[in-house]
């Protein structure tokens, strides 16, 4: 071990770092400071937090224990080593964090752990306060039966029947009726109910992940709010001074992780991964949250954020990275399971990478895409926290499976190149090219294509299916109103077409009619024109046709004059009528052409 490895345990003023196990052991970038196979600690990340909760400038290890589960559960305090404080904890803790919730001095922070629908605040280790989620509405139909039992108007048995029924409909139950549902035995189920039906029904919530958001300023001791996702689909902002409700965000699934940046009175994002295999970004002023969505292949095991890019760990044994926008960047493939994750931000050598636990007793560490780092461990690590303890900045906190408990901190000359340590293609060929804007876009919209194939096959369908019908529709409705230069009555079988000459303001209307039937001819038809009066002026306006010979064409011709020179022209229809019906058999329209006005010489 080198000297300067031997100053860095040394000047640590806790002085409690131990070296087990006959030395300093550990590869080329970390120090084992301290090993304890045996700590009895079983927590999860979210449950670790690092704190200075004295102001004293000597950060603790701050770790809810799970205990069994179901008992010995305990919020457990370190300094070094040695165990400072213990709290009793009634229900199962799903995380803990440490925020400044006011600025008094010396600038204490307080410790927040999230248990049931509980949080309750620590403040100088001592409990400080407890706030209680809202209740949810209970289902009134569901009131109804306990009300009707604690009336004896019904039985255990209509109840459980009833109940039984809400559930199979998907009902969301309150706890208590649960609980009496899951009892078989009568006479355990009537001294449930007897116990428990003059108690008020409520429906609890319950929290599922914590973290915290600075308020108003960046700062590192600013003031933060509490923000908390539960078991109801929803994300909560608490006030951190009178512990209100700031602000509520409804999601479509239950959140398991959350990433918080961003000041609540500016600007904030919230993103979070559900149970549903989806992570949402959530904004000042968000409505939907399904606008900026990112499905996953499989369920998510970790999720954090650097910058603007987000890493998601999930049970396919790869690991993602995104843009904010949802844009998938890399895909990572792991050599095992992943069990949890964390960021390590060491901000005096400006180094930021993802940590990743792997179910093989190894410890991966990315930058980026690359592997820079592995640490291997004699079990599976259950929690990761990466931080200041004591005076070092740089130190790494791992529970393992077993109950064990490891600190290592990072070598003071440690430095993390952006090499892959694993084997693969060689680093020139991740290099982008200088692609052209039109073959990017090409290819984007190639890839749009692609992705979106089915949705733009059924919009083509759609849309060539309107067309038929507003063309089939028009079609119709000429036929309606006789609008076709062929007549569509078999028994007049006629072909009208009409020709315009001259330049104005003179112009001769020509109206060539024809019969097309093989040999019935036609008679008793009328030539009339529809035009505006105050436009033009017809010499002959009705035009009466003699019989028409079948397969001769007819020519009728008459004068109109402009009245107008302003240069102006209309459409003028032309009629062809059947003597005794009002509905013409065929209609022509002609689009005049525009007056030249008199020439005077």
């Known amino acids: 071990m080198s000297t300067e490895d031997k100053e860095q345990i040394g000047n640590d003023t806790s002085g409690k770092y131990l ?81 400044y919730m006011d600025t008094h001095e010396p600038r204490t922070p307080a410790i927040a752990v999230a248990s049931g629908p509980y949080i309750y605040v620590y403040k100088n280790l001592r409990p400080y306060f407890k706030f209680t989620l809202p209740t949810l509405e209970v289902n009134p139909v569901e009131a109804d039966l306990w009300n009707q039992v604690k009336e004896e108007k019904i039985n255990i048995f209509v109840l459980r029947e009833m109940l039984e029924g809400m559930r199979a409909e998907g009902t969301v139950l309150t706890v208590r009726s649960l609980r009496f549902l899951q009892l078989q035995d009568v006479g355990d189920c009537e001294t449930f109910a007897n116990m428990y039906k003059y108690t008020p029904l409520k429906r609890q919530t319950v929290i599922t992940c914590l973290s915290t958001m600075k308020k108003s300023m960046a700062e590192e001791d600013a003031i933060s709010c509490l923000v908390l996702g539960t078991e109801s689909k929803s994300i909560y902002v608490l006030d951190p001074e009178a512990f209100t409700v700031l602000t509520t965000l409804d999601l479509p699934a239950v959140p398991v992780f959350l990433s918080v940046t961003g000041l609540f009175d500016v600007e904030y994002r919230i993103v979070v991964a559900c149970r549903n295999g989806c992570i ?79 179910n093989n007793c190894q410890v991966h560490i990315y930058k980026e895409k690359y592997l820079v780092n592995v640490i291997k461990t004699d079990a599976i690590v259950t929690g990761l926290k990466f931080g200041q303890f004591g005076r070092e900045e740089g130190t790494l906190i791992m529970t393992l499976k077993g109950g ?32 052209p804007k039109k073959t990017k876009l090409f290819v984007d919209q190639t890839m749009r294509e692609r992705e979106n194939a089915i949705t733009m096959h059924r919009t083509f369908q759609r849309d060539l299916y309107l067309l038929r019908l507003n063309t089939l529709r028009e079609y119709a409705k000429s ?73 001769l064409n007819y020519a009728f011709e008459t004068f109109l004059e402009c009245l107008s020179d302003k240069g102006v022209s209309d459409n003028i229809k032309v009629f062809v009528l059947k003597d005794g019906k009002s509905v013409p058999i065929i209609t022509g329209v002609i689009s005049m052409p525009v007056s030249e006005g008199l020439v005077v010489v």
């Open 19 to 99: 070296i087990k196990n006959g030395g300093m052991v550990g590869n080329d970038k970390w120090l084992e400071a301290y090993k304890d196979p045996v700590a009895s600690l079983y927590t999860l990340t979210q449950c670790i937090c690092l704190s200075d909760v004295q102001a004293d400038g000597d950060w603790k290890l701050i770790i809810a224990d799970l205990g069994t589960g179901s008992f010995n559960m305990k919020l457990k305090v370190y300094k070094g080593t040695n165990l400072m404080s213990e709290h009793t904890i009634i229900d199962l803790p799903t995380g803990v964090v440490s925020f």
């Open 280 to 358: 949402y970004t959530l904004k000042r002023g968000t409505t939907d949250p399904l606008k900026n969505c990112i499905e996953l292949n499989s369920q998510p095991v970790g999720l954090e954020r650097i910058n603007k890019t987000i890493y998601v760990g999930t049970m396919d044994e790869s690991l993602h990275c995104y843009t904010s926008k949802g844009k998938k960047l890399w895909t990572v493939k792991l050599p095992g399971s992943m069990t949890t994750m964390e960021v390590i931000d060491y901000k005096s050598k400006g180094f930021k990478a993802v940590i990743v636990a792997l």
């Open 404 to 435: 064990g408990l490891v600190i290592k901190i990072l070598k003071r000359n440690a430095t993390f190149e952006e090499k892959d340590l694993s084997g693969g293609p060689p680093s020139a060929q991740n290099t982008r090219l200088n692609v």
């Open 479 to 551: 036929l309606d109103n006789s609008m076709n230069p062929i007549s569509s009555d078999p028994s007049e079988p006629l072909k009208l077409n009409a020709q315009v000459q001259g330049i104005g303001p003179t112009f001769k209307l020509t109206v060539n009619l024809q019969n097309t039937s093989l040999s019935q001819p036609s008679t008793s038809l009328l030539i009339t024109f529809l035009y505006d009066e105050k436009l033009y002026n017809f010499k002959k306006s009705f035009i009466e046709v003699p019989m028409l010979v079948p397969g």
